[in-house]
């Protein structure tokens, strides 16, 4: 079945600093989306990218969805303490009607303020 | 607009004992999906629920269960329950299925 790897598990960073995560789909994807869970929270959508090849800003936040639809990547430049928490990558198989979001284990950021 | 709501919020269970939890969709949302969170292996899909038919599941045993509601309230069920169980249970509503994600705090379940 589909796989989705996200690296790297962990990434500690002093604040300021850029951060990146990366996500990789075993199949090519109709859409990935992008989620943070604050520690003991829940979930929380950053954004959908449906595009091949699409980029999209929120503020600090890049977000790349590669050309083959396989891959994708969140930046985060100058990296701030509310910043910390785990990011997940979630895609979708593409071909026919598919519900079933396959989420990658996650990138736990932690800042050093 | 209020959030999805999941109750109860914590749980403890003992092994072989079932188990109930309840989730409440965002108004208007029509699907519901469940999740298992673990420390080992993350976010693992469980089965989406739309207008009461399961749509999608996930590679869980059939010990594993879900049914949804005419009002789109959902609830899945754990029967014969394993130390391994142990985990937050998350619930997602979305529009139609596809659309973004709006979770609910979980349930954590402890299986003592």
């Known amino acids: 079945g589909q796989q989705v790897m996200q690296i790297p598990q962990y990434q500690h960073v002093q604040e300021g600093e850029d951060f990146t995560t990366y996500c990789n789909s075993s199949?090519?994807?109709?859409?990935i989306q992008w989620y943070k869970q604050r520690p003991g929270g829940h979930p929380v959508f950053l954004i959908q990218l449906v595009k091949s090849g699409e980029v999209k800003k929120q503020k600090r936040l890049t977000f790349q969805f590669g050309e083959a639809k396989k891959n994708s990547s969140l930046h985060i430049t100058a990296t701030q303490t509310t910043d910390v928490g785990t990011y997940f990558c979630?895609?979708?198989?593409?071909?026919?009607?598919?519900?079933?979001?396959?989420f990658g284990k996650g990138t736990l950021l932690t800042v050093n303020p | 607009k209020a959030g999805v709501t999941q109750t109860p919020r914590y749980l403890i269970k003992t092994r072989g004992q079932q188990v109930t939890l309840s989730c409440s969709p965002i108004?208007?949302?029509?699907?519901v999906s469940w999740y298992q969170q673990t420390p080992g292996q993350g976010l693992q899909f469980l089965f989406e629920y739309f207008s009461e038919t399961q749509r999608n599941k996930g590679n869980f045993p059939g010990r594993f269960s879900g049914r949804q509601f005419s009002n789109s309230r959902s609830e899945m069920n754990v029967s014969t329950l394993e130390l391994g169980d142990s985990a937050l249970y998350l619930c997602?509503?979305?529009?139609?299925?596809?659309?973004?994600?709006?979770f609910g705090p979980g349930t954590r379940l402890l299986v003592l």
């Open positions: 199949t090519t994807l109709s859409n």
């Open positions: 997602a509503s979305s529009f139609g299925g596809l659309e973004t994600q709006y």
């Open positions: 108004s208007g949302h029509r699907s």
């Open positions: 979630a895609g979708r198989e593409s071909g026919g009607s598919n519900y079933k979001l396959t």
